[in-house]
């Protein structure tokens, strides 16, 4: 608030910022549901995800990776899933269920590595990384350049509207950012805060 008064201004409209209180889900089945998710709408996402799990009723909420891959690809698309995401959950659940993914190790990885680590699954692209970095790991300088929703609230708070596109566009969008270190995590949050609907509710 002391280095930027336009965030500033919105932190106090907002009030506390509500990312460490966020209660964190598995971290195996927050990527599970991040595969589910993607280019779906909220509802729908919900609803493949919850018949998802369905298949698994003695998982806990959680199913085990070797029981998602005992189940046959056919299965998971009377759920909802395309044969792509199909096959994005049974590589996530491969690499988790042979050790060469080890989620329960990211914690003392840098950001830079998780992000590595998590790309390296299928269907997993940067942006999936750094929302699981902001939300599941709580990392606080985190600065997801490609994610719409915080273009969209700095065109609009920083730039008068005007878009921000391309490499220069998040170049600038990076400068602004340096300001917000060692919180860029929480400077996005409030960002995302500032429109109506919020654009992310990972």
Partial sequence: MRVDAVLGAIVKRKGACGLAERPTEPCFRSLLR???????SVKAAATIFSRF????????GSPAPEKILEVPVERLREVGLSRQ??????DLSTRVAAGTLRLDQLD??????????????????????EMFLIFNLL??????????????AVSRHYFD?????????????AALAVA??????????????SLDPVPVEY
């Fill in 34 to 40: 991040a595969l589910v998710s993607q280019q779906l």
């Fill in 53 to 60: 799990l369905a298949l698994f009723p003695d998982g806990a």
């Fill in 85 to 90: 995401k199909a096959s994005y959950l049974r």
């Fill in 108 to 129: 003392e990885l840098s950001d830079e590595e998780v992000t590595e680590a998590l790309t390296a699954v299928k269907g997993v692209g940067r942006w999936t990384a």
């Fill in 139 to 152: 990392r606080p300088n985190v600065l997801p350049l490609d994610d719409l929703g915080l273009l969209k």
């Fill in 161 to 173: 509207g005007a878009p921000i596109t391309g490499r220069d566009g998040r170049a600038q969008v």
């Fill in 180 to 193: 917000w270190e060692p919180w860029r995590s929480v400077a996005t949050w409030y960002l995302w805060r």
